[in-house]
DNA sequence: TAGGTATTTAGGTAATTCCCTAAATTTGTG
DNA sequence: CACAAATTTAGGGAATTACCTAAATACCTA
């Protein structure tokens, strides 16, 4: 739990948005665009950038930074990079942020 | 409840230790330079520059940023400020992360 | 193997953050 | 009022972050 690596990959409106955006696929992304196993892969980096009206690379290294962080967890799959939350580890930020900070 | 500008007020290693040694200051300040009333009041800017090996501008800004987001309580008196944590305000941030995060 | 799609890596400019010194302000005191 | 102590404001250089385009890589499929 490196709690300032978290906190920095989520001090970012857009990554602060994807992370919200990923609670609920189904109602952020078309339908028709999302894998049938989304709610266990996640959404691609490519549905991801256009969501966030920001380029793919810029948005690549945004995900990687908080798969980095372990806030979200990275599953190749063929061609696609599919990233979803971590739950546990957000649970395990706001305990900490409850108990330690 | 700004998230984003709380997040960015603790996206820095000398922010994040404040805060952590206004949990104690007694632990962490010499004794001889608290306020008799440190417990309600808090620590002051000089004695947290110190502590923290930078200079009171920098450090003076940190506290700033750190109460804007409302994660500080700022008190002046006299020629003193002194800052204390706003422990609600973190309990709030935790909360939030693990319910609407 | 050739070509197409998705992603990542490289490399660069602009914006923001870090953190300093100098100057200005606030408050207390003789 | 004059001076001293604590803090804040201004201003600036260095480092980091934001976010882009171009190029490279990975993987699929004919």
């Known amino acids: 739990m490196e709690l300032l690596e978290i906190i920095k990959s989520l001090s970012n409106e857009t990554r602060l948005n994807i992370l919200e955006w990923l609670k609920d696929p189904f ?3 078309p339908e028709e665009e999302l894998s049938q ?3 266990e892969l996640g959404v691609c980096v490519s549905d991801i950038a ?3 009206g920001m380029s793919v ?3 690549s290294d945004y995900l990687k930074t908080m798969s980095s ?3 979200l967890i990275a599953t190749r799959k063929g061609q ?3 990233y979803k939350r971590n ?3 957000i649970q395990d930020l ?3 942020i409850k108990d330690k900070l």
């Open 27 to 29: 109602a952020h992304f």
């Open 37 to 39: 196993d989304t709610p």
């Open 50 to 52: 256009k969501k966030a």
């Open 57 to 59: 690379p810029t948005v």
């Open 69 to 71: 962080a372990n806030i």
């Open 80 to 82: 696609w990079t599919y």
């Open 87 to 89: 739950e546990k580890s």
């Open 94 to 96: 706001a305990t900490h």
